[in-house]
């Protein structure tokens, strides 16, 4: 059964820009991670600050693997950021997130 994971992430007013720019740079970062089948970032219509990351996992402990890898870390800004091409790592974009853990109950 997937296993959904969404990060609610509240970003500064007129941020949002930023974050969607940094998640589209990382698209293929997940690629050939064990038990990971996708993910959308939710980009909100109204006057919310808040965006979704709405991943899907072959079961949590792919999730949990995954979260403690060393690749996590680096993306997350957990210990040492390598920025390409000799860049500075850059600040985090969200002030706050939220880690919402669901499974797919019904589908259509």
């Known amino acids: 059964m997937t296993v959904i994971k969404i990060n609610a992430i509240t970003v500064p007013e007129n941020s949002g820009d930023e974050l969607g720019k940094r998640f ?8 050939g991670t064990s038990g990971f089948e996708g993910f ?3 980009q909100p219509t109204d006057e919310r600050t808040t965006w979704l990351v ?10 949990e693997n995954w979260r403690t890898s060393q ?3 680096k993306s997350h800004g957990s210990g040492e950021r ?3 091409s ?5 600040k ?7 880690l919402w853990s669901y499974t797919v109950s ?3």
């Open 24 to 31: 589209a740079a990382r698209r293929d970062s997940m690629v």
């Open 40 to 42: 959308e970032l939710l």
């Open 54 to 63: 709405i991943t899907r996992w072959a079961t949590e402990e792919d999730f």
């Open 71 to 73: 690749d996590f870390q």
């Open 82 to 84: 390598e920025a390409p």
């Open 86 to 90: 000799g860049e500075q790592s850059k």
């Open 92 to 98: 985090p974009v969200g002030m706050s997130a939220e």
């Open 106 to 108: 019904v589908t259509g």
